[in-house]
């Protein structure tokens, strides 16, 4: 992946050349709009699974192939030949997958580029980052086919509020991209030309940071969902103290202290 626009210099100065490893993850269903079925969750569950355990790498695009939808939502096809044991599994086995999307050492960034529905956008919500092409559209449509929204649904509230979350979940009525950059589900809207770009931006910032640090940031993030604001303080003095166990604080500060010291 080539690091571009003005932050080249800044991955350069952070010894990275030109080049540093950043994976893309694309679903590849477009003729039914990239919908959720049993042989894709688990193939997603062991892309991410896959990559836990590299070092190198900085962060994960997420995306679905063509232009028309990011997430389609779960296959309907699938769901209504479900019963109760077999409807257990499936919404575990998409738990599952979204769990391992958050848990992910690294930042995963949501590359949307078309429609984001029920489970869509619950995966949307699963990952650190989201950014859209303008002309996206999202929605929780489940209580139209009979069915709440459930398990990582439970992340709305936390991103856009509970008011608006329950407009989604409530009514199944969908909402454009700027309505959804508007309530803070989003961080940006672009053009679907720009959108690459975008994305570059994002991943080559994430690029310029100290990988440990990223990784750390991110496990302390989740540890803010779960724990009291006291816990999570006592949580945030743990984290720092440990990164001063590697060398990456005085690598990181040493071109900011020469910056200064030819001034």
């Not at 949307?124 to 086919?145: K, N, Q, Y």
Request: aromatic content about 8%.
């Amino acid at each position: 992946f080539q690091a571009e626009d003005g932050i080249r210099d800044l991955v350069r100065s952070r010894g990275l050349g030109d080049v540093y490893k950043r994976q893309t993850i694309t679903y590849s269903r477009e003729e039914k709009l990239n919908s959720l079925n049993s042989t894709g969750v688990k193939e997603l569950h062991q892309a991410f699974t896959s990559l836990m355990n590299d070092e190198d790498l900085r962060a994960i695009v997420l995306t679905g192939s063509g232009s028309k939808a990011f997430f389609g939502g779960a296959d309907i096809f699938e769901m209504s030949e479900l019963d109760p044991k077999g409807a257990k599994e499936f919404i575990t086995s998409l738990h599952k997958l979204f769990l391992a999307i958050r848990s992910h050492p690294v930042p995963v960034i949501a590359r949307i580029n078309g429609y984001t529905l029920g489970a869509g956008m619950e995966l949307a919500a699963a990952c650190d980052l989201r950014v859209s092409v303008d002309t996206a559209i999202f929605g929780m449509p489940e209580v139209r086919v009979g069915l709440p929204s459930v398990i990582e649904a439970a992340l709305l509230p936390r991103l856009i509020g509970w008011g608006r979350s329950n407009y989604l979940v409530l009514t199944a009525e969908n909402i454009s991209a700027t309505k959804a950059y508007e309530w803070g589900f989003l961080e940006n809207i672009c053009t679907e030309n720009n959108l690459d770009k975008e994305i570059n931006a994002i991943s080559d910032a994430i690029a310029c940071s100290g990988p440990i640090a990223v990784r750390s940031q991110k496990a302390l993030v989740g540890k803010w969902e779960k724990l009291s604001l006291e816990d999570s303080i006592n949580a945030g003095i743990d984290a720092f103290e440990k990164a001063y166990k590697t060398d990456e604080p005085n690598i990181m500060m040493q071109p900011f202290l020469n910056r200064k010291k030819r001034n």
